[in-house]
Structures are given as C-alpha cells and as structure tokens.
C-alpha cells in the first residue's frame, strides 16, 4: 500500500454527528479544520438530515457499528492522527469506543480534545441519563483540553448550575478546559484554565437564538491549535472566528436562524 503518512500536513480525526442540514457537528467542523490547513478525517456517530433544534421529523441514522469498523479499517493502514477532537455521541457505548478509539490512535504528541455535549440552558439533554454523564467524565479524562459550555461543566463536576465559571474551572481535572457561553452583563464570552493559568475572553452578547456556536468555536479552536498557536492565542483567535460569524448570521436574519454563516466569515478570509 502507499504511504498515507509524513506529508507535512497536521491530521485530525473529528468524532461527532453529521447532520446534513443545519449547520453543526461535523458540517462545519470538517471545512473549519480545513481552512486552517489540516486534514479533517471524519468519524460520524450518527447522520441525521437536520439537526434537532428547531426541526421536527428529523431522520437519524445510529453509525455504532460503522464506528467501529472504520477505526479499525484506519488501524489496519496504520493511519496517524496529530488531533482527536470528539463532540456528540448517541449513546454511553459509543463514548468508549471513542475511548478506545483515543488509546488505539494518540500518542504522547497527539492533541486530544473533548467537546463534551451534554446538555445547555440548565438541563441535561433529554437523550441522556446520569450514566452518559460519567461515561462522558471518563472520556474527559483522556483529553488535553475540554470546551464545555456553562451546563455542561457544572454536570461533569456536579456543581449547581449557578456555580461561577471560575469554580467550575478549578474543578474540572483536565490540565486546560474552556468553558463557553458565560454571561457578563452584556457581553459573553469564555473562561479557560490553562494549567494553573486563568483567562477570558469577552464579546457582545448577540440577543438572537443560536445554534451550534460551541460547534464553531470547538472546530476553529482545534484548528488554531493545530497551526501551533498557545492555548490563549488560540482561545482569542477561535473567539474571535466566532464573533464575526454571529454579526454575520445576525445580518441574514430572520432567514438565517438555524446555525450560524460561517461560510461567509471563511469566504473573506479566502477571497481578497
């Protein structure tokens, strides 16, 4: 077989939903990894025809079982990965076989990053039991870096969901975590731990229903990082993506409501 490795070209497997329309998961993960010059490798969990917010009849297509014969296609090639960033999953089996999926792929050189989907808005998604969230603990426990949202990190520390962001940071046991979506009067923006090291990131708050803005800022960051920059470059240049891409979604309302023009925000950066 020819070789698929040492191009020069950072790689990254990207374990997460696709849903074909509406603008979240891998949809845009895949071309936000790529503008940043990586190889987006995807692994889908499930293929749904939109996404669940805002939609009804929606078609989904559980991938457990393709999961694992993909990853053990790509072992069998001996593919390499400098980045595993993880995102949703439909049940607590296909959290361990990302588990595995992790051990089987990453090296001591390898990113790992976890987008821990669990719930938003105070709740715990209606899919998921207590279980999912320690299955989804566990996983964290692999990961270089987490990018919880506010609910999301006070269900993997078991805080009230009124705990500060910065209580929650000092309780995620992750060596960096940033948690996202953390209102500030009338900004907000993010709050990271990295190491010991405390930062934030603030921008107007857009009063406008969003969805799959912590999709957009996971991919931009895992794409920042994988140009090498340093955990806080990275937090700034990924907050920065997304805010331009919320003024950009909030100029095509009231049409453009259900996930943010991304496309619009990488068409400048591309075209001069």
């Not at 209606?126 to 870096?145: I, K, T």
């Not at 806080?232 to 331009?244: E, K, P, R």
């Not at 309302?253 to 068409?267: C, I, R, S, T």
Request: hydrophobic share 45%; glycine share 8%; aromatic share 10%.
């Amino acid at each position: 077989m020819k070789p698929i490795n040492g191009t020069g070209m950072k790689r990254a497997a990207l374990i997460n939903d696709l849903s074909c329309f509406g603008k979240c998961s891998l949809s845009v993960a895949l071309p936000i990894v790529s503008a940043y010059g990586a190889e987006a490798v995807a692994l889908p969990t499930a293929v749904l025809s939109t996404h669940t917010g805002g939609f009804e009849g929606y078609v989904v297509h559980d991938m457990t079982d393709e999961m694992k014969s993909f990853a053990a296609h790509w072992k069998q090639i001996d593919m390499k990965f400098d980045c595993i960033a993880t995102g949703f999953f439909c049940s607590a089996e296909q959290i361990r076989i990302a588990e595995k999926f992790i051990r089987d792929f990453a090296d001591e050189n390898t990113l790992v990053l976890v987008d821990p989907v669990l719930g938003d808005n105070g709740k715990l998604y209606g899919c998921f039991n207590d279980d999912f969230v320690v299955e989804m603990r566990r996983l964290c426990e692999l990961a270089q870096v987490v990018t919880p949202n506010v609910t999301e990190a006070a269900l993997l520390t078991g805080c009230p969901m009124d705990t500060p962001a910065q209580e929650l940071l000092a309780k995620l046991k992750m060596p960096n975590a940033v948690v996202t979506g953390v209102r500030s009067g009338e900004k907000i923006g993010y709050r990271a731990r990295f190491g010991e090291e405390l930062a934030g990131v603030d921008k107007a708050y857009a009063p406008m229903q969003l969805h799959g803005t912590g999709d957009v800022f996971s991919a931009a960051y895992c794409g920042e990082l994988l140009c090498g920059k340093s955990w806080f470059s990275a937090l700034t240049g990924a907050a920065d993506f997304v805010d331009a891409c919320i003024r950009r979604t909030a100029a095509r309302q009231p049409a453009h409501w259900y996930g943010l023009a991304f496309e619009d925000v990488l068409k400048e950066r591309v075209v001069r």
